[in-house]
């Protein structure tokens, strides 16, 4: 069983900087690839980010330079770091993983960005 619960989200200005947390229980996780999608209102869910357990990433175009993901293999927890927010950066995100076929995800958690 695979349980994933994020964290972190807010209201922030344009420009400024927040941290997701997704903490993960369930077997294998130093092996898993971890990944962010983000929900905008309205909108279909969409990939954000993702890492694999040996470290390599993955970046939509959107996000590329200014999100980082990275985990903690010893927490069981994988973070996104969002530098230089941009209103359409506004979603719920949610923290996923996928296990011998199912997906998983978190509850999400809010981004706004807004002035």
Request: proline residues 3%; hydrophobic residues 35%; aromatic residues 12%.
């Amino acid at each position: 069983q695979v349980q994933l619960v994020e964290s972190g989200g807010g209201l922030v200005q344009p420009g400024e900087s927040l941290r997701l947390s997704c903490a993960a229980s369930g077997s294998n996780f130093m092996i898993a690839t971890m990944n962010w999608f983000r929900q905008a209102p309205g909108k279909q869910r969409v990939f954000v980010a993702s890492i694999t357990g040996s470290g390599s990433t993955n970046y939509a175009d959107s996000v590329k330079g200014r999100f980082t993901i990275y985990r903690d293999n010893a927490n069981n927890t994988v973070y996104l770091q969002m530098d230089s927010l941009r209103p359409e950066d506004t979603a719920v995100y949610f923290c996923h993983r996928n296990r011998f076929g199912l997906n998983y995800w978190g509850q999400g958690t809010q981004v706004t960005v807004s002035s």
